[in-house]
């Protein structure tokens, strides 16, 4: 009976496949609703999914995403799946599944797409398929039930076939896999880990999933957010774990202290039962307060010395919700930047720093009302200060400000802390370009369109005015030929880009220029046997062609060269700042950024030399260090070319050289 | 994406210029292979250029001096005949059409069409039945009808009325449409829809004749059988019904020569009374409502706007028309219906598809919207229906009944 039904209803939808496709594009909307109810129905049945993900490309090509977003899968965000699943209006419920079992057909290898590649299309349903974990495993909540009636369990039997198709132990083991992927980067912004963490340990302590023996490696995780001591370790609640602590001899808290510090230096995850044993200590002594935040010498002498700030510090910003901030602050410790002689009196006036109420607000407004916003912005000047490579742009366009934030916290912090003074003070930033101040009050619309909202504290107040100042120095610029990076980097960044600027794109033709010169500079200005030996001193900005996984160009993307050096293996690496929060990405052609486990810092990717250079479009040198190009050989230029020519550079070759290049 | 090869058009064929904006009908036109172009109001613009779809600007509003420049651009243009798709375009056609084909009397028969009273009249005189009818002008000609209608069925005081019904003289299908039983409803009709037109009530069965007409003759005439008027509709008809259709083909052909229709496209409507007396309610120059024409297209599996172009274009053989349609009834693959859902309740807040209906193994697919507003204005007229839905099946009875049965239902809760 069911068979026959959804025999019927195969029909149904061929038919109605059929009738898309054969209309034309601008008559597809007529046709779009039957297929949509059809399909909607097709979800319901036992076995629907299979026979939508089979014909997943037919619908496609039909036309049944166009116009909408889901018309570039390379561009969807996992996390918006969240919304659309949920959301009461059937026809977009069911747009999102048949989008996602499209996904699912191109990471089986059943349906070869043009915009993306298998292991994107896996990549991504892994994601979606950890963010929405409680859909797998969990009963339809009542409002789901009452927004969307029987489509809440068409979701739910969706969820397993996507997850039956991948494999359950794979999605938990993958998910625990991607997790310490993206901590060993040590991101400042660790929500969506934790929430993916949550997931777990729902789902382990939930006895009707079988995780079967998957799930293993999610202890240490789990442990370091909700029991990473002793006298935590079931969770009991922060009142209980309160009283504990007040009964506790100087024995006890030693161990609690040293099984905080050792999670919190395992994961970067800070367990919210930290900031209770951190402010139990502030009237203990310094040696415990130093176990507590797992100081190493270096950070144990900065704590003597400036004893007093850090406990004014604690005591104002650190909480339960602002747990992130203690391993902010040991890591600011350990850098040993507050030898700086601004700093200490710079963090002085960020602890008595009057917020504007509009900052108040915006901070309010994302991170809740618990504890003050001065608490979250000194949490966030913690964190920027501590993981100057932790800082993400989020899902927005301004990696230019984010870079920017990320460079000063690493080289200039107290430059960086008087940007946040005049930011959370002021509401307003001025950075002067070649003599003339641009403010950003005055300046208009920025790179973003909308005011960014999923950033750490100090880029959610900071990145907008950055981001309109950015945006004027462009502007500025625009009657000048050739590419405004030349002018507006150094302006913006700070007086250690160099003013020397060399790009291997002809602007007004998007072709290729001056390949051979560009590379040889750039191995001459960077690369240690062609420089003399000399290591970088200050990061630089830099520009990236990106490219896809199947090296296809994705666009113009800004970046930090941090350091160039070789790494265990002995091969020289190019290490560099990705304002990108996950900078663990394949770009193609076997050039795969790696992000640990090659002699990366925390935060840092790296490439290979030549990979990296056969990705670069835009760096900076200082024009008064003599040098001359390189003498590199050719087999490893034509290399680097070879590379470009096979990716991002594909249809960007001169006429001229397109004969050359045909050997 | 080209968006239409420009080798499917046939030089030999029409020019035809479509009056007013329906996607349906333009993708019909596109597909087909003949040269075309939409008329219509200019906010249409920048879609037909973002969609490359041939587009003249206009905007329908009353005939005035300015409507013979309309006429001109088509002709100068070269297109053959003009095509109305709403009652509102019907007079356009006549006024464009009487240029392009250089015959005054199109337009005159354009009025005709498009006026419920003169319609009436023009069908009386024809020979064929109507119902009582009059205009009114205010509340007290509508109060007078109703009392001469039922004294006129002998009826005495206390007795139960026989309703009456009131149209707009110039308006598409039920819009305006009001049922009226005692004087104190004649109270709730707002001042601003007189002038109107009564008519008697006729008990019988109200059915939809659609016709498509070329030289004069009639190359495929369907019937749509009403389950209940302003919520159903399905073809092929039952049985019952499609007895009467040779009765119904000479009715038609009676239509044909009263108002004098050449070619295009007739959509009258009947009552047949339980003697199988066939009365003329009115006729419309233009496709129907309820998505009839798509209907025919899951019956039949032809295009029933390209049906239409061929009926209006002169240069169409007869050869070409004859091929194009199928025969009636046998040739359906099934009986294709829909209906009109209108909520039930007072206070709704969701769109809930009953499962009975989604089960049902006729069910095609609806194409319903959650309610914007959780109170339900209450109906005064037969109106707008909140969407459609669409069953397909082998059998005219169970289709009948699964249709009047959705009457019972609520798909909004």
Not at chain 2, 97 to 106: G, I, T
Request: proline fraction near 6%.
């Amino acid at each position: 009976m069911d068979s026959d039904k959804l025999k019927r209803l195969s029909q149904l939808l061929d038919d109605a496949i059929q009738q898309l496709a054969d209309s034309r594009e601008f008559a597809k909307i007529t046709k779009l609703q039957r297929l949509l109810d059809i399909a909607r129905r097709v979800l319901l049945q036992e076995g629907g999914c299979a026979l939508l993900e089979a014909r997943a490309q037919r619908m496609e090509e039909a036309g049944v995403f166009d116009g909408s977003d889901w018309a570039q899968p390379q561009t969807l965000v996992p996390s918006l799946t969240t919304y659309s699943l949920k959301s009461p209006d059937a026809p977009t419920v069911v747009i999102e599944a048949i989008s996602e079992l499209r996904l699912l057909a191109i990471a089986l290898g059943e349906y070869i797409h043009p915009h993306m590649s298998a292991e994107q299309a896996h990549h991504y349903l892994t994601q979606v398929l950890a963010i929405n974990l409680e859909l797998l495993f969990g009963a339809p909540s009542e409002a789901e039930r009452e927004q969307q009636g029987r489509l809440a369990l068409a979701t739910r039997s969706f969820y397993r076939h996507l997850a039956e198709r991948i494999g359950y132990e794979h999605i938990i083991d993958q998910l625990i896999e991607e997790i310490w992927r993206i901590l060993q980067q040590r991101p400042i912004q660790v929500d969506s880990v934790k929430q993916m963490v949550t997931q777990i340990a729902v789902c382990q302590t939930n006895p009707e999933i079988d995780l079967g023996v998957s799930g293993q490696g999610a202890d240490r995780l789990i442990s370091s957010l909700y029991g990473p001591t002793q006298a935590c370790r079931e969770d009991p609640g922060i009142a209980v774990y309160r009283e504990r602590l007040e009964a506790m001899d100087g024995g006890a808290l030693q161990y609690e202290a040293t099984g905080f510090a050792r999670a919190m230096h395992d994961t970067g995850l800070v367990s919210p039962y930290h900031p209770i044993l951190l402010r139990h200590l502030l009237e203990q002594g310094d040696y415990l307060l130093s176990e507590a935040l797992g100081l190493s010498s270096t950070g144990r002498d900065c704590l003597l010395c400036y004893g007093d700030l850090v406990r004014a510090t604690i005591d104002q910003a650190i909480f339960p919700e602002t747990a992130q901030g203690i391993y902010g602050l040991a890591l600011m410790l350990e850098r040993g930047i507050l030898y700086q002689p601004a700093l200490a009196p710079a963090l002085w006036r960020q602890l008595a720093l009057p917020v504007s109420p509009y900052c108040q607000e915006r901070l309010t407004l994302i991170f809740g009302s618990q504890p003050a916003p001065s608490a979250w912005l000194m949490q966030g000047v913690l964190c920027m200060l501590g993981q100057p490579l932790g800082v993400g742009q989020g899902n927005n366009p301004t990696c230019q400000s984010a870079r920017a934030l990320s460079m000063w916290a690493y080289s200039d912090p107290d430059y960086l802390l008087q940007m946040v003074v005049w930011a959370a003070r002021d509401d307003e930033i001025i950075i002067h370009f070649e003599g003339q101040p641009i403010s950003s009050r005055e300046s208009e619309g920025g790179v973003a369109s909308d005011i960014p909202m999923d950033l750490d504290p100090v880029s959610l107040l900071v990145v907008p005015h950055l981001d309109r100042i950015y945006a004027e120095m462009g502007r500025r610029c625009i009657d000048r030929e050739g590419d405004p990076h030349r002018w507006v980097n150094p302006e913006f960044h700070g007086w250690w880009s160099g003013r020397g600027f060399r790009i291997n794109v002809d602007v007004a033709t998007g072709q290729l220029w001056e390949l051979d010169d560009f590379l040889r500079h750039f191995y001459a200005s960077y690369h240690p046997y062609y420089n003399g030996n000399q290591p970088l001193i200050h990061p630089q900005p830099a520009g990236i062609a990106v490219t896809d996984s199947a090296a296809r160009f994705v666009g113009w993307h800004a970046i930090t060269i941090l350091r160039v050096t070789l790494d265990p293996k002995e091969v020289m690496r190019v290490y560099f700042f990705n304002p990108n929060n996950d900078s663990g990405q394949d770009w193609g052609d076997d050039v795969l950024v790696s992000t640990a486990g090659k002699g990366e810092r925390f935060g840092e990717a790296s490439l290979p030399f030549e990979q990296f250079a056969s990705r670069l479009y835009i760096f900076h040198f200082d024009p008064l260090e003599p040098g001359e190009l390189a003498r590199v050989s050719e087999d490893e230029l034509q290399r680097v070319k070879d590379r470009i020519v096979k990716s991002w550079g594909a249809d960007r070759l001169p006429a001229d050289e397109l004969q050359a290049s045909h050997f | 994406m080209a968006n239409r090869g420009e080798q499917n058009v046939n030089p030999e064929k029409g020019y035809i210029a479509l009056l007013g904006w329906s996607l349906g009908a333009i993708e019909a036109a596109d597909k087909f292979d003949r040269r075309y172009v939409v008329v219509a109001p200019d906010w249409a613009e920048d879609y037909c250029k973002e969609h490359d779809i041939p587009y003249i600007s206009w905007n329908f509003e009353r005939l005035n001096d300015r409507s013979m420049e309309i006429a001109q651009t088509l002709k100068d243009m070269g297109v053959d005949v003009a095509i109305p798709l709403f009652e509102e375009t019907v007079e356009w056609a006549g006024a464009i059409n009487s240029v392009l084909l250089d015959n005054p009397r199109l337009f005159g028969q354009a009025m005709l069409l498009r006026d419920k009273a003169l319609m009436k009249r023009r069908a009386q005189l024809g020979g064929i039945r109507v119902g009582i009818f009059e205009e009114a002008h205010d509340k007290e000609d509508v109060v007078r009808f109703l009392k001469r209608v039922n004294q006129t069925l002998l009826k005495l005081d206390g007795d139960p009325n026989d309703p009456i019904h009131l149209k707009a003289f110039d308006k598409a299908g039920c819009l305006g449409h009001r049922v009226i039983r005692t004087p104190d409803e004649v109270d709730v009709i707002p001042d601003e829809e007189f002038p109107v037109l009564m008519e008697s009530h006729l008990d019988g069965w109200e059915f939809a004749v659609e016709a498509w007409i070329h030289n004069g003759k009639i190359r495929f005439l369907n019937l749509s059988e009403y389950v209940t008027l302003g919520y159903s509709v399905f073809v092929p008809a039952t049985p019952e019904l499609e007895k009467y259709r040779e009765q119904i083909t000479k009715q038609i052909e009676k239509l044909i020569k009263t108002f004098d229709i050449e070619f295009g496209f007739v959509h009258p409507e009947y009552f047949v009374t339980s003697d199988g007396e066939m009365y003329f309610g009115e006729v419309a120059y233009r496709p129907p409502g309820f998505k009839v024409f798509e209907l025919l297209e899951r019956a039949y599996g032809f295009n029933a706007y390209q049906g239409m172009i061929l009926s209006f274009d002169p240069k169409t053989t007869e050869e070409e028309i004859t091929n194009f349609f199928p025969k009636e009834v046998v040739d359906a693959k099934g009986h294709a219906g829909c209906f009109g859902v209108y909520p039930r309740r007072r206070v709704v807040s969701k769109l809930e598809i009953p499962e009975e209906t989604e089960e049902h193994p006729y069910f095609d697919f609806h194409e319903l919207t959650p309610p914007l507003e959780e109170t339900v204005t209450k109906r005064t007229a037969f109106g707008t229906h909140w969407g459609l839905i669409y069953f397909f099946g082998d059998d005219p009875y169970t289709m009948r009944d699964l249709l009047k049965h959705q009457e019972d239902l609520d798909f909004y809760v």
